[in-house]
């Protein structure tokens, strides 16, 4: 199967040398690369260059987290499989692209995700979000797994993943106008189509964010405002507060064996995250002019 492989960049390069080092490293190279860079200020991305990416540049005010990623659609016109990874996602191994393919050999596989391993800079928190959300066990979900994993049930992350191009043009593609969630929003249209969502934890990469307590209450507002405008999402799968409360749970499980000085942080974080998702929830009852002020993604309330 031929495969294309999207990347989105934007002001960041810290990542950009390593990130290149570690697609040049794969044992199976993807057929196409394409990065779109929508930064605000010039990137060297002459490493993608010597890979034969293909580079486009777009203004800032026209990435959207959806719509960009749907170029991807008609860029690999020739391929079987559209794989993406954002611009701080180190592979962390040879194998880690072949192996999230190869999750394709089973024809009810719609969609794919691979591992995230913190960085090495990751703090605690960051640590214990990868530890939760990424096992060391591969699975693959459908449908029928909502009345036992929930909203757990469509998570995916663009982070690194892939789709079979058919499925993602059978479903229309990513939403586009979405503040965050355009691949949960994806997973979930593969699911209700029939097909299952493949976690594949021996396909790995190294991603991870060290968030500040306002950080986290920013990014749990945006997941509000992504659950109000897309609701049928909880209606299909689940609240997402029960969710969230084994996250809660074992994130206080983790920082009393490792770090317990930081627990009441973590309390800290956690009335945070909740009062910014339930304003997200009630975003349009909000005065307009102070959505960019809670929100993480403020370039969205300019649209």
């Known amino acids: 199967m031929r495969v294309g492989l999207f990347i989105p960049v934007c002001n960041e390069d810290r990542f950009l040398r390593r990130q290149a080092d570690s697609i040049r490293m794969q044992k ?18 002459e490493p993608y260059a010597q890979l034969g990416a293909e580079i486009k540049i777009i203004e800032s005010v026209d990435f959207d987290h959806g ?29 880690s692209l072949r192996r999230l393919c190869e999750c394709f050999s089973r024809d009810t596989v719609g969609a794919a995700y691979g591992r995230q391993r913190p960085h090495e800079d990751a703090d605690h928190f960051s640590k214990h979000a990868r530890h939760f959300n990424y096992p060391g066990m591969s699975t693959a979900k459908s449908l029928q797994d909502a009345a036992r994993l929930g909203l757990k049930t469509p998570f995916i992350s663009n982070s690194f993943s892939a789709y079979r191009k058919k499925t993602l043009q059978d479903i229309g ?31 790995e990469v190294y991603h991870s964010h060290n968030y500040s307590s306002l950080d986290e ?3 749990y507002f945006d997941t509000g405002v992504f659950h109000r405008d897309h609701q049928w999402l909880l209606q299909t799968f689940g609240r997402a507060e029960g969710e969230g409360r084994r996250f809660v749970l074992s994130e206080l499980r983790y920082l009393l064996e490792h770090a317990p000085g930081r627990v009441p942080e973590a309390l800290l974080r956690t009335v945070l995250k909740y009062l910014g998702y339930r304003l997200g929830r009630h975003y349009d009852r909000l005065p307009r002019q102070i959505l960019p002020i809670l929100s993480m993604n403020r370039g969205y309330w300019k649209t």
Not at 28 to 45: E, G, M
Not at 72 to 91: K, N, P, Q, R, W
Not at 174 to 195: C, N, T, Y
């Open 28 to 45: 199976t190279r993807p057929d196409q690369i394409c990065v779109v860079d929508s930064s605000t200020r010039k990137l060297d991305l």
């Open 173 to 203: 593609g990513f939403p586009e106008k979405v503040i965050l969630g355009e691949d949960m929003f994806a997973a979930g249209r593969v699911l209700l189509s029939g097909q299952v969502v493949a976690y594949c934890a021996e396909a």
């Open 217 to 219: 209450f920013r990014r």
């Open 67 to 95: 719509g960009t990623r749907n170029l991807a659609l008609e860029i690999f016109g020739g391929c079987e499989i559209v794989s993406f990874l954002t611009h701080d996602a180190i592979l962390a191994s040879p194998d």
